[in-house]
């Protein structure tokens, strides 16, 4: 094993040696904690935007930003927390984790994930460079609906199509490199049945991007054409239907929201167990969950368009689907449940989290199971309803479930606990500001306030009020999360090589911090393993 | 007449929020019951998924929290050693499915009443663009454009807002009570979507496509709505307002609209013969322009950056009238600026192009007379 | 070693295959969509010419209203109506309505007019053997037409539909644009 040291640098001039050092890695862990970083960066800009949708709404009227600008703000923020956020967040943990997990020495494809990587921070350039250009940043949402982007779309649409472009190609060489290296280098021994969640969780989500990004990158080609290129694709003048868009889109796109809670999934299950000093309850069935949702994943897409004009088969068709995603998700909260059940629980850090996830996840699973009921379906659908719901599903699921997996691998990673006192406020204060954020939303969406607009009619104005509160909170309290994270890296209480007592699993066995190159000669799989168990039979133990 | 129905109507919510803090929770908190068969259903089906969630939340939660605090390490230092129960698996994948198939039930039956748009008594075409709404009695043949109605100032917060805030039009779609309404949804420019949720009435305008709704309302009424998708950027000003009338007097408020149609083309024909001065055209362009055009190039003409161009100074407002005229009245392809031909009289488009002409340092010192647009239309 | 690069070798070669195919696959939803509105009906396009084989028999004495509705795309300076509102049909007999169109502008502008039917489910069940959006028009600056529309409505209309409509949404054809529109 080598030195935790990096590889001695042929520059002589440091800061030439830093850039080379960063920009020609090929180590998974460095290219881990690039992808975090930029995650992190993003995390910021994107919050930053949501904070100024947040004022804007805070009272009715227009205060600070015109119409036309609160457009480009919601479209981009939702563009980079979906792309830019969540999704390097969870490749930068797969990197980081997935072969210190399996045993393997790196990746498969060490210089593919390089430049997986190294495109990223050129795409979201070229996407926040649109809100400087003239005529403004897309301003369609998220969704980008033709034919508002593609007719009607601001000249840095174009900026926008290529940005996708460039982040699809990364998420797919980087899902491929992901997969390869789960199925090629597992230490001797570990069948796939014996891999931990978090990296079965990943190869599922790894799938399901490399069957669903290059549907997006289709679908903005063919907005590209009809931009440029004369074809009418989505455009009904020449014959073109822009309800295609829409389900073009969404078979991208309800796949892609799976993406973003999947690792999410695997990360509870990977700190649940350890913090209850428990195996994980229902293996198996979680697996085999997990696979049903993503299967399933291909053929609900159409709940996302039922005001569109379906007829009355399709709309049975797409509603039983997604009720059925209720069945494999419920199993999943239950066994998380059954894994606390009888266990001997603390609650650090990433515990809390963990515990919080599961929580409000559930939450946003009711509130997606009371939209997938069609008639009802008409009332919330495009309201803050929605909002609300998708905000629950993904805040914790993506954002809280990053959070926990940082504070339960970090000291691995920097080889010092981080802060608990910090940590446990970190999270209480997040929990509130999540809960006053978009709770309220639930009530301004039932009580018929429309999504994605810039002013609102007065009888919604305290839920904003409230909603604006908590979101002012619950962005002030990321930069403590900011704050935690650096004080974690430059020093802080050893970390041991267990860290947590009852935490199972191969990247317990390596040293804290873990060196840059780890399971070289793959580990005695038995032996490890043996050897946790043993630990742990003994009971709790005082190495806290 | 609906005023005081409206009236009535704020009166006793108002009342039943003194008398029962319990009502003021379900107004305020809830999916609102509506005015309709349909929509009370919807929100009974609101409420039943509300309520299944409610119970199953309060079991996991209840069963969480347990463990939470009786298998806390103080209290239970021992972990148990038990990972896996196919039983207990099964027990929670087949109770979840028969709940679902109960919830099913009534939402299907619900879905098939709502597509069911066969036998209407009357049909309204609804036809969308960016940010107003056009209503055409089919039958009846009449039409017209719906815009909002609330002031500029009130949006910007120079004068304070009134009590339907953003949910005001100049027009309203007036619907007569006990009848079957076909609602038939297109748009000219991106896709809006027609929401009056006291009517659980929602449906995409799709451009180059029609789409179809329907509602039966048994109480007049004043109902408001908005645009539920987003559609640039006055997606937030795009109210739908609904004024439901006893249906024996629709057929009198048909005949009125024709009444008044003639007379506007009465009044048309009158402006059209007569030769206007600038002086007299300027007023009524500066008022139509307010209303119409300046929420895009704003009321100095400056405009907003390159999708929304300065008039002040530009090649259309001082070049040829010609020109003008005919993006005035045909609207440029692929962008906001829309055909206002079919929305604005003869007097006022000559007007308005008046105005443009001679305003913000344009002194081109041309008059369009009404004469001109009719010609051209 | 060497089996085991040829496996990761093998791996990535099928994945990216994979991503190729997805891509592809973007591209085939396109026919596969038309395909699939063709068949329920779904959005309410109407399919191309058919032939008119003579009389169905009537089903009772069935009579459905059809609605003509007509719209005009932003930039089309043409004044474009149903010249009537509303038709009795009884299904299975061939009927023609006329449009009429006026170009405003006083230059020749050509136009295509793209069909919609409502409900969806009837679009399987009208059939036009004439009709101007077969074809774009043109029309000289000024020049007016009127534009007939023949079909008929198949007896196999399910019996709940018993009012349609016909909407015909008028685009102004540009130079560049020609040469892609499909025509309906």
């Known amino acids: ?544 | 007449m609906t005023s005081l129905a409206d009236r009535l109507r704020t009166g006793l919510q108002v009342v039943l929020l003194c008398v029962f803090s319990s009502d003021s929770f379900a107004i305020e908190y809830d999916m609102r019951a509506g005015v309709t068969d349909l929509s009370q259903r919807v929100q009974g089906i609101h409420h039943m998924g509300f309520y299944v969630c409610v119970v199953v939340g309060i079991i996991v939660f209840g069963a969480m929290f347990y463990t939470m605090f009786a298998h806390r390490r103080s209290r239970h230092p021992q972990p148990a050693q038990f990972h896996e129960s196919l039983t207990v698996e099964m027990i929670w994948t087949v109770i979840p499915i028969l709940i679902l198939i109960v919830m099913a039930i009534p939402a299907t039956l619900a879905l098939m009443e709502i597509e069911d748009n066969s036998n209407s008594d009357m049909t309204v075409l609804i036809t969308a663009s960016q940010w107003k709404w056009h209503y055409q009695y089919v039958e009846a043949d009449i039409g017209y454009y719906s815009n909002i109605a609330t002031p500029q100032d009130q949006i910007y917060n120079l004068e304070p807002k009134g009590v339907n805030y953003l949910l005001e039009v100049d027009r309203p779609l007036v619907l007569p009570t006990n009848k079957k309404i076909r609602f038939l949804t297109t748009s000219k420019d991106v896709i809006h979507s027609w929401w009056v949720p006291d009517f659980a009435v929602k449906q995409d305008a799709i451009p180059g496509f029609i789409n179809e709704a329907w509602t039966r309302v048994d109480e007049p009424g004043v109902f408001r709505g908005q645009c539920t998708e987003l559609c640039g950027k006055d997606h937030a000003f795009m109210p739908v307002v609904v004024e439901v009338i006893p249906e024996e007097e629709f057929d009198a408020w048909i005949a009125d609209q024709r009444l008044a149609m003639a007379l506007a083309s009465e009044t048309a024909v009158a402006d059209r013969n007569k030769e206007w001065a600038m002086s007299e055209l300027l007023p009524i362009g500066q008022n139509t322009f307010i209303s119409h055009c300046a929420t895009c190039h704003q009321t100095d003409g400056m405009g907003q950056g390159v999708k929304y161009p300065a008039l002040a100074g530009s090649d259309i407002t001082t070049g040829n009238i010609e020109d003008h005229l005919n993006r005035v009245m045909n609207g440029k392809e692929k962008t906001e600026m829309q055909a206002w031909a079919p929305q604005l009289t003869d007097l006022e488009i000559a007007a308005v192009i008046t105005y443009e002409r001679n305003s913000w340092g344009n002194d081109t010192g041309d008059v369009v007379q009404p004469m001109t647009v009719y010609s051209a239309r | ?184």
């Open chain 1, 1 to 544: 094993m080598s030195t935790h040291a990096p590889a001695e640098s042929k520059y002589r001039n440091p800061i030439l040696g830093f850039a080379a050092r960063w920009l020609l890695t090929t180590n998974h862990k460095e290219i881990g904690t690039l992808y975090l970083w930029l995650s992190f960066v993003l995390f910021f800009i994107a919050g930053a935007l949501a904070m100024l949708i947040r004022l804007e709404l805070f009272q009715p009227g227009i205060q600070l930003v015109q119409p036309e600008f609160y457009n480009q703000l919601l479209t981009m923020h939702g563009l980079i927390m979906v792309f830019g956020a969540v999704m390097p967040a969870f490749v930068g943990l797969a990197n980081w984790q997935i072969p210190m997990m399996i045993g393997a020495p790196d990746m498969a494809l060490p210089r593919l994930n390089n430049f997986s990587f190294w495109i990223l921070p050129f795409a979201f350039t070229l996407m926040l460079s649109s809100l400087f250009m003239e005529g403004g940043a897309p301003n369609f949402g998220w969704t980008f609906y033709a034919p508002l982007s593609t007719t009607y779309g601001p000249p840095s649409t174009d900026f926008f199509i290529f940005a996708i472009h460039m982040m699809g190609i990364s998420s797919v060489l980087g899902s491929i490199n992901i997969i390869v290296t789960i199925l090629n280098l597992r230490a001797p021994g570990m069948t796939l049945m014996k891999m931990p969640l978090f990296v079965w969780t990943w190869l599922i989500t790894a799938f399901l991007l490399i069957m669903v990004m290059p549907v997006l990158a289709g679908v903005v080609t063919m907005m590209l054409t009809d931009r440029h290129f004369g074809t009418s694709f989505f455009e009904a003048a020449g014959g073109g239907d822009p309800v295609l868009f829409q389900h073009i889109f969404w078979f991208f796109g309800h796949p892609e929201v799976y993406i973003l809670i999947l690792p999410g999934f695997g990360i509870a299950s990977q700190i649940i167990p350890t913090f209850s000093r428990k195996k994980l309850f229902g293996y198996h069935s979680m697996v085999y969950a997990t696979i049903s949702i993503a299967i399933l994943s291909f053929v609900v897409w159409g709940h996302h368009m039922f005001t569109t004009g379906m007829p009355l088969a399709t709309e049975l068709f797409f509603m039983y689907a997604t009720m059925l995603i209720a069945v494999p998700t419920g199993v999943k909260v239950f066994n998380w449940v059954a894994t606390m059940w009888s266990g001997s629980i603390t609650f650090e850090t990433p515990m809390l989290f963990a515990i919080g996830f599961v929580i409000m996840f559930t939450i946003g699973g009711f509130s997606g199971l009371m939209l997938a009921l069609v008639p009802a379906d008409f009332q919330y659908h495009d309201t803050y309803f929605v909002v609300a719901h998708f905000h629950y599903v993904l805040y914790p699921g993506a954002i809280f479930g990053t959070m926990a997996a940082v504070y339960y691998w970090l000291p691995k990673w920097t080889g010092h606990m981080y802060n608990e006192r910090l940590g446990k406020f970190h999270f209480w204060v997040a929990m509130i500001g999540v809960n006053l954020t978009f709770f309220p939303m639930h009530f301004s969406g039932l009580a018929g306030m429309p999504r994605r607009v810039v002013d609102y009619s007065l009888q919604f104005a305290d839920f904003n009020m409230l909603s604006s509160i908590g979101a002012m909170l619950l962005g002030t309290t990321q930069v403590l999360f900011l704050y935690i994270v650096i004080k974690t890296i430059r020093g802080g209480e050893k970390a041991s090589d267990q860290v947590w007592e009852g935490a199972e699993g191969l990247e317990w066995t390596v040293p804290s911090p873990a060196p840059l190159h780890t399971f070289e000669t793959p580990p005695d799989l038995e032996h490890v393993l043996n050897l946790a168990h043993d630990l742990n039979a003994e009971g709790p133990g005082s190495n806290e």
């Open chain 3, 1 to 184: 070693m060497s089996k085991a690069h040829n496996s990761q070798r093998k791996h990535t070669a099928l994945l990216l295959m994979l991503a190729v195919g997805m891509f592809g696959f973007a591209f085939a939803l396109v026919p596969l969509y038309a395909v699939f509105c063709e068949l329920t009906g779904l959005n309410g396009k109407t399919s191309g010419q058919v032939a008119y084989t003579g009389p169905q028999t009537p089903v009772d004495d069935r009579v459905v209203t059809i609605q003509f509705l007509a719209q005009v795309g932003t930039g089309m300076p043409w004044e474009f109506r149903p010249m009537e509102h509303q038709l009795l049909v009884r299904p299975g007999t061939l009927y023609t309505t006329q449009f009429y169109v006026r170009n405003r502008a006083s230059q020749p502008v050509t136009g295509q007019a793209i069909p919609s039917v409502s409900p969806g489910l009837a679009a399987l069940h009208l059939h036009k053997t004439e009709c101007f959006c077969f074809t774009q028009q043109q029309l000289a600056g000024g020049e007016e037409m009127e534009m007939p529309v023949t079909f008929f409505i198949d007896t196999d209309l399910p019996e709940d539909i018993n009012v349609l409509s016909l909407s015909y949404t008028l685009y102004r054809v540009n130079p560049v644009q020609t040469a892609q529109v499909v025509s309906n």
